[in-house]
């Protein structure tokens, strides 16, 4: 009978300990740096043009430029911008490291690629202007882009 008792009562522990503990919960942040992109940039395979569409994400007040940048590095692996300096309504940004980005991605990767940078950076207010710098390459060279670039794309 104390056997039963005894395991009757391990039992109960066990299952009390093995409850949801909310403090073991990863809690919910509206830390800019977990972002969703606003917008993204594809080609369309039946018309060969570019086509940018604004996706959710957080309210354009809560952007930063660095949080922006770190979403497009983590989309972007091949290719990652480093933040210099935002001066009036421009943002100005390097490519260390362009090979990828200048040889590898084809003609219109490039395009794609930039699309996406400049209508995520220019979300954040007061942005209107990417500045890109990095060593030209066959299908890409350094320069300011606006949303108007990629117009008629």
């Known amino acids: 009978m104390k056997k039963q008792i005894v ?4 039992s109960v522990i066990l299952f009390a300990s093995c409850g949801n503990n909310k403090a073991d919960q990863p809690t919910e942040t509206n830390d800019s740096s977990t972002i969703s992109y606003s917008w993204e940039a594809t080609l369309n ?3 060969g043009r570019l086509e940018v569409v604004k996706r959710e994400g957080l309210s354009p007040d809560s952007l930063s430029v660095q949080a922006v940048i ?3 590095n983590r989309k972007n692996q091949f290719v990652q911008i480093q933040y210099s300096k935002t001066s009036g309504d421009t943002v100005f940004v390097g490519i260390p490291e ?3 980005l200048t040889q590898q991605m084809g003609s219109s990767g490039p395009t794609v690629f930039f699309a996406e940078a400049v209508y995520n950076l220019t979300e954040i207010p007061g942005i209107r202007f990417v500045n890109f710098d990095f060593e030209e390459g066959d299908h890409a060279s350094p320069g ?3 949303r108007n670039t990629f117009k008629d794309q």
């Open 7 to 10: 395991l009757s009562l391990l």
């Open 144 to 146: 300011v882009f606006d």
């Open 70 to 72: 770190d979403f497009l």
């Open 45 to 47: 395979d039946s018309t």
């Open 98 to 100: 362009a090979t990828y």
